[in-house]
């Protein structure tokens, strides 16, 4: 199993960015997908999620700024990152999740960095 994101960055305050996350290995469209980020002395925190059946759910730190999206055809996540700050600074993670039956199959891309500065 693969998670491989990319996108990361600097970019200035109140700049965009979008990251991506490629899956393989899983049945992607059965997975629930999310993107976390930790920044430096912080513990991780989820930042937003998307279903399968395309439910999101996102961080008060970041609704209305970011939005996440999939496309099950490139088993690939996004998270548009939108006015961002530098609080927003952080190592990005892609996860997996699914439940199947007792057991939870979650896995963990490597991460991308995003920073904001100017």
């Known amino acids: 199993v693969q998670l491989v994101e990319s996108g990361g960055g600097l970019v200035q305050p109140g700049g965009s960015l979008r990251l991506s996350c490629a899956a393989s290995?899983?049945?992607?469209?059965?997975?629930?997908m999310a993107w976390f980020r930790q920044a430096p002395g912080k513990q991780r925190e989820l930042v937003a999620s998307?279903?399968?059946?395309?439910?999101?759910d996102y961080a008060d730190s970041v609704k209305g700024r970011f939005t996440i999206s999939r496309d099950n055809a490139k088993s690939t996540i996004y998270l548009h990152m939108a006015s961002l700050k530098p609080e927003d600074t952080a190592v990005y993670y892609c996860?997996?999740?699914?439940?199947?039956?007792?057991?939870?199959?979650?896995?963990w891309g490597q991460g991308t960095q995003v920073t904001v500065s100017s």
């Open positions: 290995g899983i049945t992607f469209s059965l997975y629930t």
């Open positions: 996860n997996a999740d699914r439940r199947v039956l007792a057991h939870n199959l979650e896995y």
């Open positions: 998307i279903t399968k059946d395309n439910n999101t």
